[in-house]
C-alpha cells in the first residue's frame, strides 16, 4: 500500500480486544459509547447541491471565487496559495497511516442548490430543517439556527441566558447566521467568512493570514487555495461578547472536502468564548477536511476557543471517515493577552491537529486542554505549540489521550522559549490511557528553551505545581485522586457544560473517564 | 560506484565528497558496500532527518579538516585497565590479555544490523579499517572479575572511525569505559554490545572536545536474558558531539540503567540521544539525564521508549531529563518519546528546564560563599546524581565536572 505516515505496528488480525482488570469500567463503557456504530449523526441528507466539477485546478479556484463574488485581490490570493502548494509535499512525520489521497479525487465546492438565506421557515427546505431535527438541535433552535428573519429575535427574547449564537455551516457554505442584529447592537461583528469579506473587506484583508500565512504547511496552504467558507469574528474595543459564538459545521455531500477557514479578532480588553462542533455522515469513502483557524487577540484581549470534533470515524475496519487535516493558531499580539484552546476529539478516522499560541505579547497566556478519544482503526496525532515570544509569557498543557479498540493515539506537543522571552512558564501534562491491548499511545514532547530563567516542567513535577492548591483542596477532606481531578478537570468540565449543541451529551460523557491505569 | 554514491547523496558537501573518497580507496568488500550505503541514503545527517533535528552534521562539518587542537587528557585512563588507543593513524592494543578475554583483530567490516538507523555508526563501520586499524575489533568476554576494558579515542587528524563488537556470554561480567579526547576533525565510532543470559556490564563514557570537532559515537546495545547493563556518560560538548545509544531488550527480565550528565560551555553542543526498545516482557529501564549549560552552549536530550504489542507488556520504565541553563545564552534542546502498544505497562517521563534556584543560592550566600562558588557547588550536586552509577569510575567523572566548574 502506498502510504503516508509512519506507524510501524497496526494493527490488521481480527483478535478480540483485552482491557485489563485495573482500567475503570466507567470508563470502558464512555469509550464504548463512542464507538462508531454509535454515531448517531451518521445519517445523510439528500438535497439537491451545486457541485465545483470535480478535481483541483486553477479553473476550479476560478469557480469558487466566481460563485462567492469574490474580490480580485482574494482571488490572487488563492492562486498564489495554489502555485505554492504544487510544489509542496504533504507531511508524512505524524504518527499516522493512510492511503495516498488523490486530491484530484474531491470535489472542492458544494452548496444546496437552494441558496444559502431564507426569507421565512416556509422557504427552507424540509431537507435541512430535519437536518438539524435530526442532530438533536429543538424546533425553536432550529430556526434560530436556519436564520429565518424574525425567528432570531423571537427566539432571543424566548430564551433565557446563556444564549448562543451559531453559524451553521453546510458542506461549502454558510447556511444560516444568527443572532446577528443583537451582536451589531454590541458592536459584534458575527457571520461568515465570505460575507465578511464583502461587507468588511478591510478587516479580513488586514488579519487574513497573519497568523497562519498562505505557505505555512501543506494542509494550511491547500485550504488557502480553496477555502469554501467559514467564520469571520471581531469584538470591538472593550467589549465583551454578550453571548458564546458558535461554529456548527456539516459535511453532507459525497466526495467533497470541507476546507473552512475561521478568524476571530479580539480588539484591546475584548472578550469572546467561541464554541466549534462538527458532524459528518457515515459514508465508505474518506473525506477530507483541511481547516484553518486564525485567532488574533490584542491588548488585554481574550479567546476562549471549544471544539468538540465528532466528524464519522470511519467503521470499525476502518473503512471511510474522515481526514482531518487541520491549522488551528492563535497570536496574542497584544500586551497580557489570553488564548486558550479546550479540546474534545472523538471523531475522524485520521487526525493531524496541532492548535497553538504565539505568545508574542508581554505577559499574554496560552492554554491547551485537550481530551482525544479514539476508538476503532480511528488514528490521531494531535497536540499543541506554545511559542514564547514575550517576556513573562505563561502556558500550560493539560491533554489526555484515551485509545481503545484498535487505534493509535499520540500527543505531539511544542514548547519552545525565545530569546527575548524573559521568565516564562511553562507547565505541561499529559496522560494516557490504553484501553485495551490492540491499541497504541504515544507522547511527542518537544522542548526548545533558549532563556535561563524560563521555568519549564513537564509531567514530573506536577505537584511541585499544584502543591499548595492540593493541599487546600486536601484539607477540605477530599481524596487525592478526586482532587487532582478536580483541580486538572475543572476547566474543562465547566467548558464542556456549556456546550450547546447535540454533542454536550456526548461530551458529558467524557467526563466520567478516568485515567487510573494510565501507561505514561 | 564513488559516481553511483555520490548521486545517491544529494548535493554533497565537501566532506561528504571526501568521506567518498576515502571509501573508493579501500579493498573491495561487499559488507562494505552495503554499509556504506546505508550511510549513502542520508548523507550526513541534517535537521530535517527528526532524529537529528537539533544536531545537524552536514551543517557543522563542511570539509574533513584538521581542527588544530590538542586531544585531552585522560582521567578514565589506568595501567590496571586494558587500554586499546585509537588515534585518526593508529591503533595499540595490549597484547596480554587475562583468561576470559578473548580478541579477534579483523581487517574486514563485519555487517552491522540496524545499519540504516544509525547512518554515522554505518559509516564509522565501513571505514573503519586501515593499514594500521582493524575493520572490526572483535571481543568475547566468558568469565567475571575481569580488568576494565578501557577504549580511548585521541590523536590529531583529519577523522577517525572505529568499529568494536562485545559479546559477553552468560553470567560474565565486564567493566568497560570509553574516552573521547578529541584531536580528530570528525570521530565516528560504533559499539555493540551484546549481553547474554545473567550477564553483567558496566559502561561509561566520558567525551571532551573543542569547537572544531565534530564527533558521533553510536552504541547499539542488545539484552538478553536475565542481563543487566549500568551506562554513565559524561560530555563535554564539542561543535557537534553526539553520544547515542540505541538499546533493545530482547529477552524477558533485562534490566537497564542508562544515565548521562553534560556540561557545555560557549561554542559547545553536546547531544545525549537515546532509544530504547522494549522488545520482552517485564524489562525495565531507568534513564535520568542531567545537563548544565552556559551562555553560547548547546544541550541536547532525546530519548525514546518504544514498546511494541504483546512483547513488551509489563513494562516498567522511567525516563527523566533535568537541565539547569546556568548563564543567558544557554540553549536546551529535549524530546522525552514514548511510543507504547502494550496496555499493561508503566512508561513515565519527566522534563524540566530552569535555572538554579534563587532560595538556595540566596541561602548559600548569606552563610558566606561567594554566588561563584555557591553556583558551582549547587550545580555539581545537581548533575551528581547522574554520575552515581559509574561504579569505581565516579569519582573520576564527579571530580572533572567538579573542574569545569570551577573553571566555568
Known sequence: MDCCGGIDEHEDDCTDVKVKDSIDAGTVEAAKRLQSENYSAGFSTDIEMDMAPKGLSEDTIRFISAKKNEPEWLLEWRLAAYKRWLTMEEPTWAMVRYPKINYQDYYYYAAPKTGAKYESIDDVPKEILETYEKLGI?????????????????????????????????????VATTFRKELEKAGVIFMSISEAVHEYPDLVKKYLGTVVPQSDNFFATLNSAVFSDGTFVYVPKGVRCPMELSTYFRMNAENTGQFERTLIVCDEGAYVSYLEGCTAPMRDENQLHAAVVELVALEDAEIKYSTVQNWWPGDEDGKGGIYNFVTKRGDCRGDRSKISWTQVETGSAVTWKYPSCILRGDDSVGEFYSIAVTN????????????????????????????????????????????????????TQCDSLLIGDRCGAH???????????????????????????????????????????????????EVLQELPMEFAVEAQSLLKVSLEGSVG | MTTALRALISNPNTAELELIARYGMQPEDPRRERLFQAFAQTGLPTRRMEAWKWTDFKAALGALDRPGSQSACDPLASDEALCFRFSPDGFEYPKDLPEGIHLFVKPEPQALGSAEDVPLGALAAALAGSKTRPGTLMIEVTATDLPRLHFAFGGEGEASFARVTIVVRPGAELTVSESYLGGAGFLSSVFEYSLQGDAKMNRTVYQRGADKETMAATALVQLEGESEYTQTSLAFGAKLARLETRLVHKEADAKATMNAAYLVGKGLHADITTHVRHGAQSCVTRQMTKGAVLDGGTGVFQGKFHVPRTAGQYTDADMQHKALLLEEGAVVFAKPELEIYADDVECAHGNTCGALDGDQLFYMRQRGIPERTARALLTEAFIAEALETAGDLKDILRHEASNWLAQS
Open chain 1, 443 to 493: 507522547t511527542v514532547p518537544y522542548v526548545e528553551n533558549r532563556r535561563a530563567d524560563a521555568q519549564l516542567e513537564h509531567e514530573a513535577t506536577t505537584t511541585k505545581l499544584s502543591d499548595d492548591q492540593l493541599f487546600y483542596v486536601r484539607q477540605r477532606g477530599i481524596g487525592e485522586e478526586e482532587a487532582v481531578a478536580l483541580l486538572v478537570n475543572g476547566f474543562v468540565r
Open chain 1, 138 to 174: 429543538p424546533l425553536r433552535e432550529a430556526e434560530v439556527l436556519l436564520g429565518v428573519e424574525g425567528a432570531a429575535e423571537t427566539a432571543a427574547t424566548a430564551r433565557e441566558t446563556p444564549r448562543v449564537a451559531v453559524d451553521a455551516v453546510f458542506d461549502s457554505v454558510s
Open chain 1, 376 to 427: 476503532g482503526r480511528q488514528q490521531a496525532d494531535t497536540g499543541t505549540k506554545m511559542i514564547h515570544l514575550g517576556k513573562r509569557t505563561r502556558s500550560r498543557i493539560i491533554s489526555k489521550g484515551i485509545s481503545a479498540g484498535k487505534s493509535n493515539n499520540t500527543y505531539r506537543g511544542l514548547v519552545s522559549v525565545n530569546k527575548k522571552a524573559d521568565k516564562a512558564r511553562n507547565f
